[in-house]
């Protein structure tokens, strides 16, 4: 089981940066696909990114392609996600979640932290 804490969330002007970070406890943190994804007031949840593994692959929802950027530390348990350019529009709680396989659906994910909140004014 992996018990997932983020943190890094907050209020940023557009055109900020911001780094979450993801915690996570137990020691089969490196044998899992991560992903983030975002939640607006009102919208489904949706993906923003997603890493395997050993970091050697990712892959980016088209809004945030080029100005986000996904990565991991598993000496360190931890996943990042490094949200550079931002826009009104990204404004959302942001999860991470840990999953068997490499997916971009947020129901192929089996672990859930609880989210933080990112605010990005106009």
């Known amino acids: 089981q992996v018990q997932l804490v983020e943190s890094g969330g907050g209020l940023v002007q557009a055109g900020g940066s911001l780094r979450l970070s993801c915690a996570a406890s137990g020691r089969t943190f490196s044998s899992y696909a991560m992903g983030w994804f975002r939640q607006a007031p009102g919208k489904e949840r949706e993906f923003v990114a997603a890493?395997?593994?050993?970091?050697?692959?990712?892959y980016y929802e088209d809004s945030v392609k080029d100005r986000f950027t996904i990565s991991r530390d598993n000496a360190k348990n931890t996943l990042y996600l490094q949200m550079d350019s931002l826009k009104p529009e990204d404004t959302a709680v942001y999860f991470c979640?840990?999953?068997?396989?490499?997916?971009?659906?947020?129901?192929?994910?089996?672990?859930w932290g609880q989210g933080t909140q990112v605010t990005v004014s106009s």
């Open positions: 890493i395997n593994w050993s970091g050697s692959r990712t």
């Open positions: 979640a840990a999953s068997s396989g490499f997916w971009l659906r947020p129901d192929m994910y089996t672990y």
